[in-house]
């Protein structure tokens, strides 16, 4: 909602009252204000002007030289391209020296050999909206109405030293999708009156009822219809003052007719509809549902096909508007109406919303009809526009409205305790503080047995409920007013993390010092991903009413949604991308069981691990930068040694690049490389992830921390290159290795691997590195001798590996 600052203050007094500081006091008492655009910032200079004298430039067919009057002691010429300027307009002028939006200057300057002393303008060209601007200034200059004085300020007429206040509404606020709603509000926030509009006019000794008649078929649809019927009425442009109004509230004017339905639709906040009485077709208006399949031309010249759901307004036989939505074409006012029936209606909103979007037509009438109107404002806005239209388009306003009415209004009653509002709000908040509060929002209040009853006027359909009255006086008297207190525990011990909370801080930290950075995906996944990467089977929990397929089933996999978001890095141009995930899986053991929700960890790296370009170094992501950065939550957690990495063939990744990771002989989760047809069809290049079983990892106990001096005595280091079948890998190899050498073998590498000409055929050769250490005593050849050939022995007898000389 767009709220003109000078509008506003015609209905309430904001004295003192900046727009800045009132968008503050609005945003504090619950209704943000997402913006203040002030209409004339950086405009200067610009006056109304008189053109004296047209006539075409001597040099230029497409110029006109101009004699303006300034309202200064002589006119000076301007030269001015607008295909619509003409003598004895008034206009606005841009004089020399002037500043136009965008810091656009105004000189002095001689165009095709005539010198031009300022600059006619454009509504464009002084700041407003293209689409705004009425149809007949669109392609010229704006012309002033005939009355306005040469030499004033045109800033000022045309309402750019005015400031419009955007409000966030929240859907149960629609109370404020109308002026005299937001004057209620902010009159309430600062304790002053509202001044409600007059609705004078002279009734025609004819009357309404001899032209018109209602009748409504489904009054549950439509429990209102008002018509007034003027006659005599003059089509032309509105008021300045009345268009001005309009286009800070981002409505385009178009006739005195159109533009009176529309302001009046601001100001009250109800929709109105005006038809060309001749063009309607008949003296009786038939509100009913539509016909399956009947069709309507509506005012944006679209053909539409109706449905029985849809509610229409007929002349007995054919639509002439879609209730509550828009009317139709072959009705609409033009140049040649003479005759305006006016209708003002209360449309259920649930029937408004249904056609709306059926048809695609979304329009500031729907809006409104769908999010509640005030029953109490139907009459009230027709008669303020029956006397706008008398008053500025020479209307004679026919006696009498003619209408169907099965409208009940009761009055809303909600009971309220002082102390229920105190026990929610932790406050202390006397009686008479919280009765002003109701005085000031225009509720009326009794009391019964030390309960409060608040009569709450219709205008204010959201409250409905204690609590919503509760709402009521917290943000009235202030969010900033109610006391910060800290909770009341019985001792210090029992403050802290638990050692699973320490434990994921432990993890975050470390990836996010890895170089990884972390990314929130969807809980939410499709049928075709659900099943990709999971640790561990399990039956699919969908829902039962999804957005959307892509999002129906709760996932069982991270890495699925975190490759997609790498995809997406990569397709705007971030070719390289780590990231990680903590978040929860959802698996089910059984067929619609309820799913058991598990924290994950997983990772991703692509493109370029590590980059010193001045240097010409680059190192590209590959299986052991994933796998070291494992190794190093692993080591982060004290549970390293207790870690195992065995090859493995799973779906969906490289099937020579991936390892199962087990801890303490059971299996937490894996790392790889996706595989390339993975990485094809997302569009990536070479990725590795990994993902881990949080709560296997994190829910078991660890020892604690070991320190050992360091060694006084030195090590022996011994290598063997030992051949053995391509099917055997290194870390059986090294797993035997650790068992048999004992306490004395304190550190195994594997430092190469060698398939080719100099190894037979089905072999492979893997080099070791082996470091014997004694912290107590130094080695001696014998002792370290015996050991590695206890070593050689048992490799031989395990897996028939055999020195390679």
């Not at 727009?19 to 609005?26: F, G, H, N, R, V």
């Not at 001015?80 to 307009?89: F, H, I, L, R, Y």
Request: aromatic share 6%.
């Amino acid at each position: 909602m767009l709220v003109s600052y000078r509008w506003l203050g015609d209905y309430v007094n904001l004295e003192g009252m900046t727009p800045d500081l009132l968008a503050e006091k609005i945003t504090r008492s619950g209704i943000e204000v997402e913006a203040v655009e002030w209409k004339g910032d950086g405009i200067k200079g610009l006056v109304v002007g008189h053109v004296l004298e047209c006539e075409q430039h001597p040099n230029a067919d497409k110029l006109n030289k101009c004699l303006v009057d300034l309202g200064e002691e002589e006119p000076v010429q301007i030269i001015c391209g607008a295909p619509n300027v003409a003598k004895g307009q008034k206009v606005a002028v841009a004089t020399v020296g002037a500043v136009l939006p965008g810091n656009f200057k105004i000189k002095k300057a001689k165009l095709r050999g005539e010198v031009s002393n300022g600059m006619i303008c454009s509504l464009q060209e002084i700041g407003f909206e293209g689409k705004l601007v009425p149809k007949n200034y669109a392609e010229g200059i704006f012309v002033f109405p005939g009355d306005a004085e040469t030499g004033t300020d045109a800033i000022e007429a045309l309402m750019l030293d005015d400031a419009v206040l955007e409000l966030g509404l929240t859907p149960n606020r629609s109370d404020c999708l109308s002026m005299l709603g937001v004057a209620y509000e902010v009159a309430a926030i600062l304790d002053r009156e509202v001044n409600l509009p007059e609705a004078l006019y002279e009734n025609s000794s004819e009357k309404a009822s001899d032209y018109i008649s209602v009748k409504v078929e489904d009054p549950s649809a439509n429990p209102l219809y008002t018509a007034k019927v003027i006659k005599n009425v003059k089509i032309g442009p509105s008021p300045l003052w009345m268009q001005t109004k309009l286009m800070n509230a981002g409505i385009r004017p178009h006739n005195n007719v159109v533009d009176v339905t529309n302001f009046c639709m601001l100001e009250y906040g109800q929709p109105l509809h005006a038809f060309d009485y001749d063009a309607f077709g008949s003296s009786e208006i038939v509100v009913r549902k539509a016909f399956q399949d009947e069709a309507i031309q509506t005012l944006d010249d679209q053909e539409r096909t109706l449905s029985e759901r849809h509610l229409v307004i007929t002349n007995g036989s054919v639509p002439a508007a879609v209730a509550g939505v828009m009317g139709g074409a072959d009705s609409e006012v033009t140049d040649q109406t003479t005759t305006v029936l006016l209708e003002s209606a209360y449309f259920d909103g649930q029937t408004v919303r249904q056609a709306s979007k059926d048809l695609g037509l979304r329009s500031e009438s729907s809006m409104r009809f769908e999010k509640g109107l005030d029953p109490s404002r139907v009459r009230l806005a027709s008669d303020r526009a029956a006397a706008l239209l008398a008053a500025y388009a020479g209307g004679e306003v026919l006696s009498g409205t003619v209408e169907q009415d099965s409208l009940t209004i009761e009055a809303n009653n909600v009971h309220v305790s002082v102390e229920k509002v105190n026990n929610v709000l932790g406050m202390s908040i006397s009686k008479e503080e919280i009765v002003d509060i109701f005085r000031r929002l225009g509720f009326s209040t009794g009391e019964a047995d030390n309960v409060l009853i608040v009569t709450v006027p219709s205008r204010r359909g959201d409250i409905t409920i204690e609590e919503d009255l509760i709402e009521e006086v917290a943000r009235l008297y202030g969010y900033d007013n109610i006391p910060s207190t800290l909770p009341v525990i019985s001792s210090l011990s029992t403050t802290g993390l638990t050692p699973y909370q320490a434990n994921r801080r432990k993890v975050r930290r470390f990836l996010e010092g890895a170089g990884l950075s972390q990314a929130i995906t969807y809980s939410l996944t499709n049928e075709r991903k659900v099943e990709a990467f999971a640790l561990q089977k399990s039956y699919q929990t969908k829902l039962s009413m999804p957005m959307s397929e892509e999002r129906s089933i709760l996932r069982h996999s991270l890495l699925p949604h975190l490759a997609d978001t790498a995809a997406y890095n990569l397709a705007r141009q971030a070719d390289s991308v780590a990231l990680y995930e903590v978040g929860s899986v959802y698996l089910s053991e059984e067929e619609g069981a309820k799913p058991v929700e598990k924290e994950h960890v997983a990772g991703l790296v692509t493109g370029l691990w590590h980059k010193q370009l001045w240097q010409g170094e680059k190192k590209a992501a590959d299986f052991y930068v994933i796998k070291g950065i494992t190794e190093g939550l692993f080591s982060k957690l004290d549970v390293l040694d207790e870690i195992e990495y065995v090859q493995a063939n799973k779906k969906d990744l490289h099937p020579g690049r991936t390892a199962e990771i087990y801890f303490r002989k059971k299996s937490i989760g894996f790392v790889g490389q996706l595989h390339p047809s993975y990485e094809k069809e997302l569009d990536l290049n070479e990725t590795y992830v990994f993902e881990l079983d949080l709560n296997a990892l994190l829910t078991v106990e660890t020892g604690g921390l070991l320190y050992t001096t360091i060694p006084r005595y030195p090590s022996v280091t011994r290598d063997i290159a030992l051949v053995v079948d391509q099917t055997i890998s290194s870390g059986q190899l090294e797993k035997v290795i650790s068992e048999t050498g004992g306490t004395l073998l304190k550190e195994v590498k594997v430092f190469d691997v060698y398939e080719g000409e100099h190894v037979e055929a089905g072999k492979k050769s893997i080099a070791f590195s082996l470091t014997y250490l004694n912290p107590e005593q130094t080695l001696t050849e014998e002792e370290v001798t015996n050991i590695h050939q206890n070593v050689l022995n048992t490799l031989e007898e395990t897996y028939q590996a055999k020195l390679r000389h």
